[in-house]
Nanobody, 127 residues
Framework: QVQLVESGGGLVQPGGSLRLSCAASGLTFSNSNMGWFRQAPGKEREFVGVTSRSGYNTYYGDSVKGRVTISRDNAKNTAYLQMNSLKPEDTGVYYC????????????????????WGQGTQVTVSS
């Protein structure tokens, strides 16, 4: 049974930074591309970014490009989302997601591209 558990969310002031973590179990982590999405109240789930199995390749959504970095530690079965220069519009629930090991890395930007999801962690950007 695959489990993805996000942590690190919270309240942060505009301009601040936050690092989210995603602890994975039940899958061969080093064989899975890992992604992040977010969802604001009343809006659809939005692609944030994805990293390849090795972490060498990444791809980001336009709304966060230049402000976020996705990384991973395959020895710890953990993926990370570092967010800087946060804005109120970054507020939402952030979800960690993974692809099955059979999928090669690509610009997977839709919910349907991913196979496993965490429960999400709330990020609120407000003064």
């Amino acid at each position: 049974q695959v489990q993805l558990v996000e942590s690190g969310g919270g309240l942060v002031q505009p301009g601040g930074s936050l690092r989210l973590s995603c602890a994975a179990s039940g899958l061969t982590f080093s064989n899975s591309n890992m992604g992040w999405f977010r969802q604001a109240p009343g809006k659809e789930r939005e692609f944030v970014g994805v990293t390849s199995r090795s972490g060498y390749n990444t791809y980001y959504g336009d709304s966060v490009k230049g402000r976020v970095t996705i990384s991973r530690d395959n020895a710890k079965n953990t993926a990370y989302l570092q967010m800087n220069s946060l804005k109120p519009e970054d507020t939402g629930v952030y979800y960690c997601t993974a692809q099955r090991s059979s999928k090669s890395f690509g610009r997977a930007t839709t919910v349907a591209d991913y196979d496993y999801w965490g429960q999400g962690t709330q990020v609120t950007v407000s003064s």
